[in-house]
């Protein structure tokens, strides 16, 4: 499991690029402890587009 997260601002861009380019235009993110400030870094690392 480990080997799937999305570790870098440039694998989170590379898995949106690839669920677009078959069509997805939704995504959800599920944070995995309830702590906030990982919305906080998500949103650091999305590209511009994203926020």
Known sequence: MA???????EA??????TFEAV???TFV???T???LTQL???I?????TYT
């Open 33 to 35: 402890v309830a702590d």
């Open 23 to 25: 069509g997805c235009d």
């Open 29 to 31: 993110f599920c944070p």
């Open 44 to 48: 650091t690392a999305l590209p511009p």
């Open 3 to 9: 080997a799937q997260l999305l570790a870098s601002p």
């Open 12 to 17: 989170i861009t590379r898995c949106l690029h």
């Open 40 to 42: 906080d870094r998500l």
